[in-house]
């Protein structure tokens, strides 16, 4: 392994030490109106995404991690990014869109970044399930 392998960029560490978005506290301070829970099949960690919806947009978003350093600024990123899109944009934010915006984690740490995106998937799909006319509400 290269030692490039294991160097955070600087937008990295910066949303790891100051999260964006971050659901401080009980859940119960956000008024949100869905809530996506994963777990990352690789190392076991657990993400929480929670979604404000007005107008078909996310109007706001928190979120909570027992995950590493990488999956916070993952997640950091994702947040930043998914606020204000409609819910089919939000979606559409892969792995790859928050590599590129981080300015690339370290290979090996790629999969961090795909809790949160699957935490949001969650979520937006719970909201979409909840509202009448749903064909699964
Ligand atoms: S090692 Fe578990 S999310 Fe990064």
């Not at 990488?70 to 994702?78: C, D, K, Q």
């Not at 944009?89 to 370290?106: H, Q, T």
């Not at 970044?113 to 719970?126: F, M, N, P, Y």
């Amino acid at each position: 392994m290269e030692n490039q392998d294991w160097i955070y960029s600087e937008t990295v560490k910066e949303h790891f030490l100051n999260p964006r978005n971050y659901l401080m506290g009980d859940e119960s301070a956000f008024d949100y109106d869905a809530v996506g829970q994963v777990g990352n099949p690789v190392c076991g960690d657990q993400m929480r995404m929670y979604i404000k919806v007005t107008d078909g947009k996310i109007s706001d978003i928190r979120w909570k991690t027992y995950g590493c350093a990488s999956a916070i600024a993952s997640t950091s990123a994702l947040s930043e990014l998914a606020k204000g899109k409609t819910l089919d944009e939000a979606l559409k934010i892969d792995a790859e869109a928050i590599d590129d915006y981080l300015g690339k984690l370290p290979k090996h740490k790629f999969h961090c970044s795909v809790l949160g995106h699957d935490a949001l998937r969650e979520a937006i799909e719970k909201y979409r399930t909840s509202q009448p006319g749903s064909a699964k509400s």
